[in-house]
């Protein structure tokens, strides 16, 4: 067996060459971490193809890490195929002792191999909430989910509230359930000075006042609730909307009438240099959203100095902590007082913030994530 000192693991890196948003900033954030935390670990990046040169240059190449990609795979199909099962022989011929599925998935016989399992599992919503989803996908992501389940010794959620979903749903031991939270870059902490936040006001055309969301702009996320709040607010308070549109928008656009059209302002493809400056002039955070595994756009937004509405129903109690407010995800009038509430009293709210989600941020979830690999090797099988 393996000590703490010689332990070589593997990751499913499809969606860090590959993914901009959660995911793939999950597993960046996550072997980034892991690798200045400990340098005696040996961590394998296993990707179907070498993804975007951006996001691959976001992981850092220390002397315990790197990327292994498979040879003369053309095409998608082959790529799918290798990930989900030809993958496991280039964990032996590579020497992995765990192999860590960071986006909820693992490959059939790893088992089968001797290679122990752990999985990272965002969310249930597919399962919680099909509605929002095509049923045929609904059905691709139980059989995963389900075929997952058998070759996992231990599970990863990113939430007290996915735990509850796995439990629910899977019926996995619970004893071999461990809730980790996602971690949370702390670049949001850093200030923009004032040229860069006037050239980020320039650039995208923010108004003097606005409260912002930011994630895809779709039916789940329910940014329309604060569209219905703002009609509610003073009329020289606009909404910015940070995002990937989907069909949704056209609901939205729908819904705005004339009276909203110059208050609510829609942004695609923001890079994070310039995220940051639009967080920080913004007045306050609302995050809507009905559902979610975790919520990291609230830490985002508490890190920047943003007090922070949010839904109740998901975990997103758990992201932002006891002072951010947060009301249900059906009332206009409840979100709008609330807005007017968290603005008043930011003074008051984003210390305690702060404080709340350090717990979030690189250093203690590597820790944890380590002790959980070391549970995993001196566990019997």
Known sequence: MATEKEITIGFDAKRIVRNRTGLGSYGRNLVNDLSSADSS???LLFAPDSGHADLREQVALRANVRFVYPENLRFRFQRDLWRSRGIVRSLRENGVQIFHGLSGELPHGLKASGIRGIV???DLIFMRHPEYY?????QIYKRKFYQTLREADRI??????TKHDILHYGHFPEDRIDVIYQSCDTRFRQRSDDETK?????RYSLPDRYILNVGTVEERKNVLLAIKALRRLPSDLHLV????????????????GDSLKGRVHFLQGVPNADLSGIYQQAECFVYPSRYEGFGIPIIEAVQSGLPVVAATGSCLEEAGGPDCLYVSPDSADDMAAAIVQAIGRRAEIVPKSLAYVARFENRNVAKNVLECYNRLLNEVK
């Open 120 to 122: 990272t599992i965002h």
């Open 241 to 256: 909307v940070v995002g990937r549109q989907t069909n949704y928008q056209n609901t939205i656009q729908r819904a705005l």
């Open 41 to 43: 670990h040996r961590l």
């Open 156 to 161: 990863i959620a990113i939430s007290e509230r």
């Open 198 to 202: 006037q050239e980020v006001r320039r």
């Open 134 to 138: 095509n049923w045929i996908d609904v």
